[in-house]
């Protein structure tokens, strides 16, 4: 079946570029820098490098997708005939959707037969992939953008976001903990458990001592929370901690036998405020 329908998002979905061609899904680039170097889009980064930067304590600075790329983007896309659905990373935690909501208002004049939907996921990293997903899934079941745009509207907050972060140096700097949070947190191994909430926004839920505790938190939440998990797919992203993530994964394969768990890398553009060592889960729950 040919799609009619373009699934747009952005790089603060943590789609990978192998796995938005294997989803089908258009990828706008925000970008980010390193030690106030040229901006790169999030998908050329060397990834590995990215975290080897963040760990020697590299300076990172992360743009939101402004009007003009976004309205760009936008009718490129309209002029080749298709309609839009995009699944924008959180207005809680980026510029990116409003502008692109703008972007989307002003195109549509120019091209009054097509849709262009422009949906808040109020998620971010693979949370709002897994929605991307969902999108990719239910398109190529024959849904109709609109029956796939209020799929994602009626069922957004139920996204469950859960993470853990390795050193709170960076949710420090962008104002989530206190300095002296952090500093006691760092000496007792205090590792701080967060979601994103119904704002998407990022909220303090609880702490762990020590990382293997949290690990084991993140899962015991999912087995508590998810609806139907036997039938679901479980993402998981992380900050370059790759046998934490599999490690988390095995527990959730234990506590929840989802159909399917997938794992990834999250990118530059949510790392540079994440940083290394974050371990994040996504799902369908009851609620946030």
Same mark, same amino acid.
């Given at each position: 079946?040919?799609?009619? #329908?373009?699934?747009?998002?952005?790089?603060?979905?943590?789609?990978?570029?192998?796995?938005?061609?294997?989803?089908?899904?258009?990828?706008?680039?925000?970008?980010?820098?390193?030690?106030?170097?040229?901006?790169?889009?999030?998908?050329?980064?060397?990834?590995?490098? #990215? *975290?080897?930067?963040?760990?020697?304590?590299?300076?990172?600075?992360? $743009?939101? $997708?402004?009007?003009?790329?976004?309205?760009? *983007?936008?009718?490129?896309?309209?002029?080749?005939? &298709?309609?839009?659905?995009?699944?924008?990373?959180?207005?809680?935690?980026?510029?990116?959707?409003?502008?692109? &909501?703008?972007?989307?208002? +002003?195109?549509?004049?120019?091209?009054? +037969?097509?849709?262009? *939907?422009?949906?808040?996921?109020?998620?971010?990293?693979?949370?709002?992939?897994?929605? $991307?997903?969902?999108?990719?899934?239910?398109?190529?079941?024959?849904?109709?953008?609109?029956?796939?745009?209020? #799929?994602?509207?009626?069922?957004?907050?139920?996204?469950?976001?859960?993470?853990?972060?390795?050193?709170?140096?960076?949710? &420090?700097?962008?104002?989530?903990?206190?300095?002296?949070?952090?500093?006691?947190?760092?000496?007792?191994?205090?590792?701080?458990?967060?979601?994103?909430?119904?704002?998407?926004?990022?909220?303090?839920?609880?702490?762990?001592?020590?990382?293997?505790?949290?690990?084991?938190?993140?899962?015991?939440?999912?087995?508590?929370?998810?609806?139907?998990?036997?039938?679901?797919?479980?993402?998981?992203?992380?900050? +370059? $901690?790759?046998?934490?993530?599999?490690?988390?994964?095995?527990?959730?394969?234990?506590?929840?036998?989802? &159909?399917?768990?997938?794992?990834? *890398?999250?990118?530059?553009?949510?790392?540079?405020?994440?940083?290394?060592?974050?371990?994040?889960? #996504?799902?369908?729950?009851?609620?946030?």
């Amino acid at each position: 079946m040919e799609e009619n #329908f373009v699934i747009l998002t952005d790089s603060g979905s943590d789609i990978s570029p192998e796995n938005a061609e294997k989803w089908g899904i258009e990828v706008m680039p925000l970008l980010f820098s390193v030690n106030d170097c040229e901006p790169i889009p999030g998908d050329k980064a060397d990834i590995k490098q #990215f *975290y080897e930067e963040i760990r020697k304590g590299s300076k990172t600075s992360t $743009c939101a $997708c402004n009007y003009a790329d976004a309205e760009a *983007y936008l009718r490129k896309i309209s002029e080749s005939g &298709k309609d839009i659905l995009c699944i924008s990373f959180s207005s809680g935690l980026s510029s990116t959707y409003n502008n692109v &909501k703008l972007a989307a208002e +002003d195109i549509s004049e120019d091209f009054p +037969d097509s849709k262009i *939907y422009v949906v808040d996921s109020l998620a971010a990293s693979l949370g709002l992939g897994l929605l $991307c997903l969902y999108a990719s899934r239910m398109r190529a079941n024959g849904k109709t953008i609109d029956e796939v745009r209020d #799929f994602i509207e009626e069922n957004k907050l139920h996204l469950c976001h859960n993470f853990t972060v390795d050193d709170l140096f960076y949710l &420090k700097r962008g104002g989530r903990v206190s300095a002296a949070t952090a500093v006691v947190g760092s000496m007792l191994s205090i590792k701080p458990l967060l979601h994103v909430d119904n704002e998407g926004h990022l909220v303090s839920i609880g702490k762990a001592r020590g990382r293997k505790a949290a690990l084991l938190s993140l899962a015991e939440t999912a087995a508590k929370n998810s609806l139907d998990p036997r039938e679901q797919t479980v993402l998981i992203s992380h900050g +370059d $901690c790759a046998e934490d993530a599999e490690y988390l994964a095995e527990l959730v394969r234990e506590k929840l036998s989802p &159909k399917e768990v997938i794992i990834d *890398y999250i990118g530059p553009v949510i790392g540079s405020h994440s940083g290394a060592g974050t371990v994040a889960i #996504f799902y369908l729950g009851a609620e946030r």
